[in-house]
C-alpha cells in the first residue's frame, strides 16, 4: 500500500511517522463526520498486529466502501486534496487505487475500494472486511482498522495498484511469509483461508496461501458485480467477464478458463471472437469512465 525506502530509526523516519499518524486522524474525523466507512491499513497498522514492515512508506492507506468512495474524494478535494494522475504505463486495466496528495502534508492518501483479484461482488468484500474490523486511536481519534488477518491478505498482494496483469517487481512476499508462518496460529490459518475464499481472493492471494501450507481451493471467475466496479459499466456481459478474468487470472489459469468457457466449434469460437472485441472496446474507455464516476477528473 505504497512504498517509500526510509529509516525507521531516522530523525525524519520519526517524523514522517508521526505525520501519518496525524493524517489517519484527519481522514477518520472526516469519515465519521460524515457517516463514511472507511478501514485504515497498510504500514500505519503492521505495528498494531505485531508485524514489521519492510520500509516506511509516504503514504496512508484505506479501504473504503465502494458506494462511499466518491463522496470521500469529494470531500478530501474540498478539503485541497489533489488526485494525483495513474502511472503513465501501458496497461489494459484502469488503476484501483486513487491518489491524493496536498501541499501542507508530507504524506499521501491512497484510497482502496474495489480490490484487484477480489472476485466477489465488492461491496460484500467490504462488509466481509468490516465485520472483523478493530479499532486503534490516531492522534486522538479512535479509527477503525483492519484486523490482523484482512491485513495479512493485503500485505501479500502484490497487484494492487490494479492497471497491470503483472505482479510486483519488488514483491515482499517472501519477506512477510516468514513473519506470518511464525505469527499466525492454526486458527489463524484456518480464518485466513476462509476470508479469502469469502472476497473470492483465491487465486490472487496464491502465493500466500501455498507459502502457508494451506488449500488454494478451486478458481472462480469475477462476479457480475465485480466486473461493473472494476469497468465502470451498468451492467456486463460475458465477454467483460470472461475477458477480465483473462486479463487478472495468473497465465497458468486463463487456458482452463478458454476451456471452460468457450466452445470448442467454429461457431464457438467465432462467438466468443465476436464477443471479446465488443469488450476489448468497453475496457478501453473504463478509466475515462470510473474517473467521472468517482469525481476524480479535474
Known sequence: MGRYSESESSTRGVALRASKDRLVGYVARLCKEHDLRALAGGGTVFPLHALISPRVSRTVAFIVAPTDLARLIGLLREERWEVEGGRRVFTPLPGAITRLSHAGWPSAIHLHSVIPGFFEDPERSFEVLWSHHGFAEFHGHTVPILDKISTVMFAAHDRLPGDSSKRLADSNLDYFLDQFRSSL????????????????????????????????????????AYARWRLGLSSVTMGDICLLAVIELPPDQRLKLIRMKVPATPRGILRAARATIAALARLRRAPQRLDAQLGRSS
Open 185 to 224: 496460529s492454526p486458527a489463524e490459518c484456518r480464518a485466513l483461508q476462509q476470508r479469502v475464499r469469502e472476497v473470492g481472493g483465491s487465486e490472487e492471494l496464491r502465493p500466500l496461501l501455498e507459502g502457508l501450507g494451506l488449500d488454494v481451493g478451486e478458481t472462480v471467475l469475477p462476479t457480475d
